[in-house]
């Protein structure tokens, strides 16, 4: 599952030309430390096993190129069983059904999955005739809230790195002979 931040400098007043590297600069970077920020709070989140292939696979990047006035991040995660572990499976999960085996009489599952299992057990294994599933843990949309509550003080920031830097260019170009 990927989560896209999306800043539109157009909505704050301003337009960015292609010759403004620097504020260019400035709202990619804030994009990018949303997403940043998400994926930081994904993986604090992320519940870990043996293995922390989950915690692992937790990633920030740039979307695509900065085009005109847009500027996009995503903050994702890669392992595929992602969104079980976050909405939850069987009687917890999207479908609310009991999970059964569909080949076989009973399903395989590690004795440490299920420690207080009374039925079936060798080498280790216990065979289930059914499974209630997991609960989710939901830790992707808890990352969203908190960086829905972060997002607005680094827009502020980037008001104010804005503002800096107009104040930065009239003074250069005032001493340049510029007037305005």
């Not at 009374?118 to 989710?136: C, E, I, N, T, V």
Request: proline content about 5%.
């Amino acid at each position: 599952m990927a989560i896209f931040f999306e800043i539109d400098s157009s909505k704050f007043g301003f337009e960015i030309g292609p010759m403004q590297s620097h504020l260019r600069r400035i709202v990619r970077e804030a994009t990018e430390d949303v997403a940043k920020f998400a994926a930081n709070r994904a993986e604090e989140l992320a519940p870990v096993g043996k293995t922390s292939v989950l915690k692992n696979s937790i990633y920030s990047t740039r979307a695509s190129k900065d085009i005109a006035a847009t500027f996009e991040a995503v903050a994702g995660v890669r392992a595929p069983y992602a969104d079980w572990v976050n909405r939850g499976t069987g009687l917890h999960g999207p479908f609310h059904t009991v999970i059964t085996p569909r080949r076989a009489k009973r399903m395989k599952v590690p004795l440490t999955d299920v420690p207080f299992f009374k039925g079936p057990k060798r080498d280790g294994f216990a065979f289930l005739k059914k499974s209630m599933g997991q609960r989710g843990s939901h830790f992707q949309d808890k990352a969203v809230e908190l960086t829905e509550d972060w997002i607005p003080s680094r827009l502020r920031q980037l008001e104010a790195e804005w503002a800096a830097f107009r104040i930065a260019s009239r003074t250069r170009m005032q001493t340049k002979g510029i007037t305005f």
